[in-house]
């Protein structure tokens, strides 16, 4: 039996991963080999490969949305950021620039679209739902005054084909490889760091964090501004991958990643979430809409299973936390048996 003194010291992260973040990691497996047997073509490795390729920006960015929902706030604009960045990057090579200067230059665009949320959100301090779904309509906007209804397609071949190789003739994407790198690295961030403290103290408590010294509103700018670039990033590969910048490129991505994140066990109110269950959510959602779209089923349909994820992330931890609730009002309320029987025997 388990000491309880020894539960009351567990790291709070560690008791989540325990039980909703486990969970997830255990149905996106099941869901894998399940589909694996029962669905023609899934468990192909030419499949797993796109199903990674899939995943891929939808997790880049899910790393910082996670960290930005820890600290109860939102960022909507990402997939927008992906298509502007997308489409200057289309531009920019119009223009005669080489990949290299414009690699760097849209990652550093994306850091500045997100410096803009973040000066909104921590300085004017504007609702952050608000703020993003204004910049979402604005920069998916500007992204059609950069680039209108054309697309750019003569990327270079050295370029376009690493992103979409693989590992030594595997089944595993190249671009797989940075993904694991910045996953270890945001994780060892949010886990095992006072950066990490400081977001789950300012989600738990933004009045009780900056009580304790820690400057909630320089924090969450920056994790902005990481996010405005990691999506930068991800327009950069999406971009490399399908060898085509578009202004409408990854439309409606936003509603993935809320939900990939929603569905990993992050807290909407915030200071809850791992970053393990966050990544078994990517996995599941992109391993559901992968057997779907295998099934021929429409992308409308595609989106009806994502708001569905996304309500049952809403929902489901909510119920399981407030019956949890319950029952441990019920266990203080009832005497145990041990002080039953001592009450007897003094009588």
Same mark, same amino acid.
């Given at each position: ?5 020894? *539960? ?43 199903? %990674? ?25 990402? =997939? ?9 990057? $289309? ?16 990652? &550093? ?14 300085? !004017?301090? %504007?609702?952050?739902? =608000? ?11 500007? *992204?059609?005054?950069?680039? $209108?209804?054309?697309? &750019? ?11 979409? $190789? ?15 790198? %910045? +996953? ?44 405005? +670039? ?6 950069? %590969? ?55 779209? !295998?099934?021929?089923? /429409? ?34 309320? /009832?005497?145990?048996?041990? =002080?039953?029987?001592? =009450?007897?025997?003094?009588?």
């Amino acid at each position: 039996m388990s000491d309880p003194t020894t *539960a009351a010291r567990r790291p709070a992260w560690l008791s989540r991963l325990a039980s909703w973040d486990v969970a997830v990691i255990a149905i996106a497996i099941v869901v894998l080999l399940v589909a694996s047997g029962t669905i023609d073509n899934f468990g192909t490795g030419r499949n797993y490969t796109f199903l %990674l390729l899939d995943l891929l920006p939808i997790a880049l960015m899910a790393l910082p949305m996670t960290f930005i929902i820890v600290t109860g706030e939102i960022d909507l604009s990402v =997939a927008s950021t992906l298509g502007l960045t997308s489409a200057v990057m $289309g531009s920019l090579w119009n223009s005669g620039l080489t990949i290299e200067t414009i690699i760097p230059l849209c990652i &550093v665009l994306g850091a500045v679209l997100g410096a803009v949320n973040g000066f909104f959100v921590t300085v !004017l301090k %504007l609702p952050s739902l =608000a703020v993003t779904i204004g910049t979402m309509a604005l920069y998916r906007g500007l *992204a059609f005054v950069v680039l $209108g209804d054309s697309a &750019v397609a003569d990327f270079p071949g050295s370029y376009t084909s690493w992103v979409t $190789g693989t590992v030594g003739g595997s089944s595993i994407p190249n671009v797989l490889i940075p993904l694991i790198v %910045l +996953a270890i690295v945001f994780g060892v961030v949010l886990h095992a760091t006072p950066i990490g403290r400081g977001v789950f103290a300012a989600g738990a408590s933004d009045t009780a964090a900056r009580f304790a010294g820690i400057r909630t509103g320089r924090a969450k700018f920056w994790l902005y501004v990481v996010s405005g +670039a990691v999506a930068g990033l991800a327009g950069v %590969l999406w971009t490399l991958r399908y060898s085509s910048a578009r202004a409408d490129n990854g439309f409606g991505l936003e509603l993935a990643v809320v939900a990939a994140v929603l569905l990993g066990g992050v807290s909407i109110f915030g200071g809850k979430g791992t970053l393990p269950g966050v990544l078994g959510g990517v996995v599941l959602l992109s391993a559901l809409q992968n057997a779907l779209r !295998l099934q021929d089923v /429409s992308n409308e349909a595609l989106n009806i299973v994502t708001g569905v994820l996304l309500i049952i992330s809403v929902l489901l931890p909510n119920i399981l936390s407030s019956t949890r609730a319950a029952l441990q009002r019920r266990r203080r309320r /009832s005497p145990s048996p041990k =002080a039953g029987a001592l =009450a007897g025997a003094e009588q």
